[in-house]
């Protein structure tokens, strides 16, 4: 039955969204997965939205995107997308799906409205580079 049927729990694979500086110095904004497991993660899938309820109770949200990954090697990041700071005040979602020993696999992060900020950079693990992380 359903109720047998225990995935296991997603444990070090991280979103982290990282500033990062172009040609001219500019700074951009990406969104990375981080896979700090020692096996590949198979058929990656993350869907990535942001949403924000006001207060006179009508919702602020961007458009639902989707993104085909691929494998991701052990012990490696891979570039989700470009995040630009204007949704840094909504919650932005990330809804990652793979496959392990041929058992289906999914957990959600959220980054919360106002949370991706300087005061709360960290390094980012095999990235070495400063931003906000999930894990």
């Not at 694979?13 to 969104?31: H, S």
């Not at 058929?43 to 990954?69: A, C, F, M, P």
């Not at 496959?99 to 709360?120: C, G, H, R, V």
């Amino acid at each position: 039955m359903i109720k047998d049927i225990q995935p296991e729990p997603v444990k070090n694979v991280a979103i982290a969204v990282v500033e990062e500086f172009n040609e001219l110095n500019q700074p951009n904004w990406n969104v990375y997965i981080v896979n700090l497991k020692e096996i590949t993660l198979e058929n990656v899938l993350i869907s990535s939205k942001g949403y924000l309820k006001l207060d006179d109770g009508s919702e602020k949200k961007t458009s639902l995107l989707r993104h085909s990954l691929g494998n991701i090697a052990p012990k490696s990041f891979v570039k989700i997308e470009p995040i630009i700071e204007e949704v840094f005040g909504l919650h932005n979602e990330y809804w990652l799906s793979y496959f392990s020993n041929n058992q289906l696999l999914d957990k959600k992060y959220i980054f919360l409205a106002e949370t991706i900020k300087k005061e709360n950079f960290t390094t980012i693990p095999l990235l070495n580079k400063k931003g906000v992380m999930i894990g």
